[in-house]
C-alpha cells in the first residue's frame, strides 16, 4: 500500500476545531467502499469534500450488517458481490490519500471482518494506508480494549456510538475511552432516512454532552437540510449515510459525482434553501 504512513496526527481535531471556529456544523459523510464499485468510490469521495463533507466514513462490506436499514445492506451485499474486501477497503483510503485527498477518512464496519484480518494487522494497514480512525457498530465499550490499544499504538482514534437507550454509566464508560468525537444514534433503530428528528434527541444529546468535551455527531436518519440544521443547533456535527447512497442509486455513473457535490452543497447550505 501507499498511503500517507500513519495517521496524521489530530486531523480530526483539526477539523472539529476549524468548524468550531467557523461556527459551523459538520457534516459526516458516509458511503459504502464498492458501492457501485470501487472506481465509482474514488470519484465520489473527492466529490462530496468539494460540496462541502468535512468527515468522511467508509464502510466496510459485512454480510450481517445488524445496525444498517435496507438501503446500506443491499449497498453492502453489492459491494461483497463486486469483490470488497477489508484489504480492498484500505487500499481506497491509500489511493485517496495518494490522490491528495486531506479530509479525515473513518473505516466503519463491524467487528468480524476486523478480528478475520487480524486486529493488529488491521491497525497497523489502515494507518499505514492513511486512515485516521475506526468505527465498529457491533463492539462494545467493555470489550474494546485490544482494538482499542492497536488504535492508540498506531494514532489511530476509536469512535465509540451512543444510543438513547444507553445508560448513564454506559456513557461514562465510552466518554473515558473516546477520541476523536462521539458517535451518536439518534434513533433506537436502524439506519435509513426518515421525516422527521426524534424528539427526545436534544436531552440525549444533553446527557452525553455532560460527560464528555468532545465533539458529538448525530447520525441514523439524516437526510435534508431541515435535518442538518436542526442537529446543528445542539450538536457539532451530521451524519448522513442512507440518502447519500440513495442519491447514488438515483444517478447514472457519468452524473453521480456532480450529484452528490450539489447533494453536499444544498444540505450544508452552501447552495439553495431547499428543505
Known amino acids: 500500500m501507499s498511503g500517507a504512513g500513519p495517521a496524521a496526527a489530530g486531523r480530526i481535531e483539526a477539523t472539529f476545531a476549524r468548524l468550531k471556529a467557523e461556527g459551523r456544523t459538520g457534516f459526516v459523510a458516509f458511503l459504502t467502499v464498492g458501492y457501485p464499485d470501487v472506481e465509482a468510490t474514488l470519484r465520489l469521495v473527492p466529490a462530496l469534500v468539494?460540496?462541502?463533507?468535512?468527515?468522511?466514513?467508509?464502510?466496510?462490506?459485512?454480510?450481517?450488517?445488524?445496525?444498517?436499514?435496507?438501503?446500506?445492506?443491499?449497498?453492502?451485499f453489492h459491494a461483497l458481490e463486486n469483490g470488497v474486501t477489508p484489504a480492498v477497503c484500505l487500499?481506497?483510503?491509500?489511493?485517496?490519500?495518494?490522490?491528495?485527498?486531506?479530509?479525515?477518512?473513518?473505516?466503519?464496519?463491524?467487528?468480524?471482518?476486523?478480528?478475520?484480518?487480524?486486529?493488529?494487522?488491521?491497525?497497523?494497514?489502515?494507518?499505514?494506508?492513511?486512515?485516521?480512525?475506526?468505527?465498529?457498530?457491533?463492539?462494545?465499550?467493555?470489550?474494546?480494549?485490544?482494538?482499542?490499544?492497536?488504535?492508540?499504538?498506531?494514532?489511530?482514534?476509536?469512535?465509540?456510538?451512543l444510543a438513547p437507550t444507553s445508560t448513564g454509566e454506559r456513557i461514562r464508560e465510552v466518554a473515558?475511552?473516546?477520541?476523536?468525537?462521539?458517535?451518536?444514534?439518534?434513533?433506537?433503530?436502524?439506519?435509513?432516512?426518515?421525516?422527521?428528528?426524534?424528539?427526545?434527541?436534544?436531552?440525549?444529546?444533553?446527557?452525553?454532552?455532560?460527560?464528555?468535551?468532545?465533539?458529538?455527531?448525530?447520525?441514523?436518519?439524516?437526510?435534508?437540510?431541515?435535518h442538518f440544521r436542526a442537529v446543528g443547533q445542539i450538536a457539532d456535527a451530521a451524519v448522513i449515510g442512507s440518502a447519500i447512497i440513495d442519491e447514488i442509486s438515483r444517478a447514472g455513473p457519468s452524473e453521480q459525482a456532480a450529484r452528490l457535490r450539489k447533494y453536499a452543497e444544498v444540505v450544508t447550505g452552501r447552495r439553495g434553501a431547499a428543505t
Do not use: W
Open 176 to 226: 473515558r475511552r473516546a477520541s476523536g468525537f462521539v458517535y451518536c444514534v439518534s434513533v433506537t433503530g436502524t439506519t435509513g432516512a426518515r421525516e422527521e428528528l426524534p424528539p427526545g434527541l436534544d436531552a440525549f444529546i444533553k446527557r452525553v454532552r455532560g460527560c464528555t468535551p468532545l465533539p458529538l455527531a448525530v447520525g441514523f436518519g439524516i437526510s435534508t437540510p431541515k
Open 50 to 76: 468539494e460540496g462541502g463533507a468535512d468527515v468522511i466514513e467508509l464502510g466496510v462490506p459485512f454480510s450481517d450488517p445488524l445496525a444498517e436499514g435496507p438501503t446500506i445492506q443491499a449497498a453492502s
Open 91 to 161: 487500499e481506497v483510503v491509500s489511493r485517496l490519500r495518494g490522490g491528495g485527498l486531506q479530509a479525515p477518512l473513518i473505516l466503519m464496519g463491524y467487528y468480524n471482518p476486523v478480528l478475520a484480518y487480524g486486529i493488529e494487522r488491521f491497525a497497523r494497514d489502515a494507518a499505514a494506508a492513511g486512515a485516521d480512525g475506526l468505527i465498529v457498530v457491533d463492539l462494545p465499550p467493555e470489550e474494546s480494549g485490544p482494538l482499542h490499544e492497536a488504535c492508540l499504538a498506531r494514532n489511530l482514534r476509536l469512535i465509540y456510538l
